[in-house]
């Protein structure tokens, strides 16, 4: 299984309710996405991020399918929108 891992910080006044929606879709809109995860930070500490998403594929092809579909791109521009940094992680469990 590959695991996805993406972290987002919010500009300031921003909130991530549109992504949230569009990435809890992903599973119905990219075939290879086995599983979502996503929620927001609770704890609020000075090093948290935001808003975190994770997806979970097969193997390294699924997660160059996803990357290379337009709901991918969908996504990653409305996250463009709305963070001041964010950070990706990919790895095999």
């Known amino acids: 299984m590959l695991r996805h891992v993406v972290m987002i910080k919010l500009k300031e006044g921003f909130s991530a309710d549109c992504c949230h929606e569009l990435i809890g879709q992903l599973a ?3 075939e290879s996405v ?3 995860t996503c929620g927001f930070d609770i704890v609020k500490s000075a090093s ?3 808003y975190c998403f994770v997806v979970e594929f097969a193997d ?3 997660l160059q ?3 290379s ?3 991918h791109q969908l996504i ?3 996250i463009r929108k709305i963070r001041s940094v964010s950070h ?3 790895f095999y469990e």
């Open 69 to 71: 579909s337009d709901y």
């Open 28 to 30: 119905l809109r990219v």
């Open 60 to 62: 390294l092809n699924g």
């Open 76 to 78: 990653r521009g409305e």
């Open 48 to 50: 948290s991020f935001d």
């Open 65 to 67: 399918e996803y990357e």
């Open 88 to 90: 990706a992680v990919d």
């Open 34 to 36: 086995r599983s979502v």
